[in-house]
């Protein structure tokens, strides 16, 4: 997994979320902050075959499961809240 200390902090996103916590929920998945959807469901479906407890019995990779999974959810949520915002 990358590591996460090279993350500046900065300004909050639309709808609230740190821009420090999105930015670490990009580096968690290991994609840029402009990645696509698509690229981000690529990425999080990768990591979860390769981290699921059920396909990797090390106590490091149910960690890294459930830390990855925060993170999708996270950019999945500023992802939402950005669309409830633009203008029809």
Do not use: C, W
């Not at 639309?14 to 821009?19: L, T």
């Not at 690529?42 to 925060?70: C, I, S, W």
């Amino acid at each position: 997994m990358p590591a996460l200390s090279s993350v500046k902090a900065g300004s909050s996103e639309p709808g609230g979320i740190p821009r420090t916590e999105l930015d670490r929920s990009y580096v968690i998945l290991g994609l840029r902050t402009d990645a696509g959807i698509t690229e981000i469901r690529t990425a999080y479906r990768r990591l979860a075959l390769r981290y699921h407890p059920d396909r990797n019995e090390d106590l490091e990779a149910a960690k890294t499961f459930v830390t990855m999974n925060e993170a999708y959810n996270t950019i999945q949520v500023a992802s939402s809240l950005l669309r409830l915002k633009e203008p029809s």
